[in-house]
């Protein structure tokens, strides 16, 4: 350390994550941008700067830089055939970090379009940029490289939301527990904030928004900035779960206009499962969030776009193109829609349980939640393979897990490897017709009463965390009056449709609808907000791809 910088020491992997291009691949890439020269000290790219772009280094060396309390850490130094930026640039997102020349040197600068028409043709260097690129990212959320600060308590419902939509959008940031902290007042008095506003969010050192909503955050961090509603879209997908990002990556990578809207983080329900072994392809098993992330760089890739913390609130179908109305009152008109809206967990009919959401009350089981139950006793209730995951997943710190299960048994609703897996671990517990009656605490969860119908036998326990993963309330209130929904509210399609369905929603065509068609043309329900949909992740991404063959061929009508 020294003059104010500090430089970081390289990751374990640095041949992949920094890796060099050979003569030929430069050649590649240099009629794709255009050659420019750099003087020692040029800013190429600041921090928080929109519209950057790709420096591929011809000649002398650019230093990737961010502020610190003592001045400046160095990431890394790129040199001859090294290349800048990292997930932020595919997405269009604001950079995390200054780029400068250290001395005169040469460079090809490749402009955002530039870049992502190079990693869809070329499919040696898209393999190493993509993987730089997702390494790189990796190595930012790990050291806490990120423009955020997260001051908040562990014991705060909010400040585990923020987290949570942080961790799972994939931007790096940093948490500073408000319980654990020493210097902590310190940092307060500098923004001044006190405790009454947490949780704090300090976005790119500047701005420090109070209690602010996940739409407040997604707009200081750039989310949306390079998103033009108001060009209309060949295809408009609502839900970036499993459904929706796999509709995603194959429509964008088959030559269509893409936008996709989710109302929080990429993933769904699938992306708050700790772990995923039954998803071909991944013998080992993969985490939700990983797959989740994995799919949303690859629908990036292809160009796909992403309208993050933004919720549909009404789907206007008096006309074609169809408008969606969006929660800031912006309206994207498209030609074909895909709802992947999904479900969410239904919540259990206990008096005060909402009180305690997220204190101490959850509805998804990460590395968070995990550590927060360290050597705890907790209640995951629940008898499908969501509740079977989370039971082993929490098993690994948590003390003891009580499995609580309202039916005889876990053969009817869960994957047998899940329930012999329970049975060899001994801290976990299962109790069949059993239920949770009572909730009690103060500002977080301390008691739960729980009844053994077999028995009619009544327990309390010191319990302060529950998991809730018992069945489905579909995401379709604001498809009112446009499409045809079962009984469950969920959206029918297809063959499931009734010629009374079609008569009453004055079905205009001489065609009947196709297999994942609602009842208006154009329009599709794929994955869990589907009537009659298949509860696994490879079936809700399968429905996606079919779908997205079905727009092809409604677009050529």
Same mark, same amino acid.
């Given at each position: /350390? ?6 970081? @020491? ?10 060099? #291009? ?23 790219? +600041? ?56 001395? &005169? ?27 730089? =690129? ?40 940093? =948490? ?11 940092? %307060? ?9 947490? @949780?704090?969010?300090? !976005? ?10 996940? +739409? ?25 779960? @499993? ?33 995923? *072994? ?28 992403? /309208? ?36 969410? =967990?239904?919540? #259990? ?18 590395? /968070?939640?995990?550590?927060? !139950?360290?050597? !705890? ?26 499995? %609580? ?8 609703? /869960?994957?047998? =490897? ?26 977080? %969860? ?35 009056? !446009? ?16 010629? &009374? ?7 205009? %065509?001489?065609? @009947? ?33 079919? +779908? ?8 050529? *009508?």
């Amino acid at each position: /350390m020294a003059n104010g910088r500090h430089v970081l @020491p390289p990751p374990a992997n640095a041949e992949q994550v920094f890796p060099t #291009l050979s003569a030929e691949q430069m050649a590649r890439i240099e009629p794709r941008g255009r050659r420019r020269r750099a003087a020692a000290g040029e800013v190429l790219v +600041a921090a928080g700067q929109s519209h950057t772009a790709c420096f591929v280094v011809l000649d002398g060396e650019i230093e990737v830089v961010r502020p610190s309390e003592i001045g400046e850490d160095v990431v890394t130094t790129h040199q001859r055939g090294h290349f800048s930026g990292e997930l932020n640039l595919l997405t269009g997102r604001r950079g995390l970090a200054t780029i400068r020349a250290v001395v &005169d040197s040469e460079v090809i600068e490749l402009q955002r379009d530039d870049l992502l028409a190079l990693v869809q043709t070329d499919g040696e260097l898209s393999e190493i940029f993509m993987r730089a =690129y997702i390494l790189r990212r990796v190595a930012l959320i790990s050291g806490g490289l990120g423009d955020v600060v997260l001051l908040g308590s562990s014991f705060n419902a909010r400040t585990l939301q923020i987290r949570e939509f942080l961790s799972r959008n994939a931007h790096p940031h940093n =948490y500073v527990d408000l319980d654990r902290d020493d210097g902590v007042q310190e940092l %307060l008095d500098r923004f001044h904030v006190s405790l009454s506003d947490v @949780p704090v969010v300090i !976005c790119r050192g500047e701005v420090v928004l109070r209690n602010p909503s996940n +739409a407040n955050i997604a707009d200081c961090l750039g989310f949306n900035e390079e998103i033009d509603a108001t060009r209309i879209r060949d295809v408009v997908i609502i839900g970036a779960g @499993p459904a929706g990002l796999g509709a995603a990556v194959y429509a964008a990578s088959e030559g269509l206009d893409v936008l996709v809207i989710e109302s929080n983080s990429p993933g769904g329900q699938a992306a708050s499962s700790s772990r995923i *072994e039954n998803y071909l392809g991944f013998p080992s098993g993969i985490s939700g969030q990983d797959l989740a992330s994995r799919a949303f760089s690859q629908a990036e890739k292809f160009g796909a776009e992403m /309208m993050i913390a933004k919720d549909a609130v009404k789907l206007h179908c008096e006309k074609q193109p169809y408008e969606l109305e969006i929660d800031d009152g912006t309206r994207v008109a498209a030609r074909a829609v895909m709802i992947a809206t999904g479900a969410e =967990y239904r919540s #259990l009919p206990v008096e005060n349980l909402s009180r305690f959401n997220g204190a101490g009350v959850y509805f998804g089981a990460t590395p /968070m939640e995990s550590q927060l !139950c360290r050597d !705890c006793d907790v209640i995951v209730v629940g008898g499908g393979n969501s509740a079977g995951q989370a039971a082993t997943f929490l098993a690994q710190t948590a003390r003891r897990v009580l499995l %609580l299960v309202r039916s005889d048994g876990l053969a009817a609703s /869960m994957s047998r =490897y899940l329930i012999r897996r329970i049975e060899q671990i001994p801290s976990i517990e299962v109790r069949t017709n059993c239920e949770i009656v009572a909730v009690e605490g103060g500002s977080h %969860l301390e008691r739960v009463r729980w009844i053994d119908r077999k028995n009619d036998r009544e327990q309390t326990d010191d319990i302060r965390h529950v998991f809730v993963m018992t069945g489905a309330v579909p995401a379709t209130r604001w498809l009112e009056g !446009c499409v045809a929904l079962d009984e469950g509210g969920f959206v029918k399609t297809g063959g499931d449709l009734s010629r &009374d369905e079609l008569t009453a929603a004055r079905w205009p %065509l001489a065609r @009947p609808p196709h297999l994942l068609e609602t009842t208006l043309p154009r329009v599709f329900a794929i994955g869990d907000v589907r009537s009659g949909n298949v509860k696994r992740v490879a079936s809700a991404v399968g429905e996606g791809a079919i +779908a997205v063959a079905l727009v092809h061929q409604v677009l050529r *009508e």
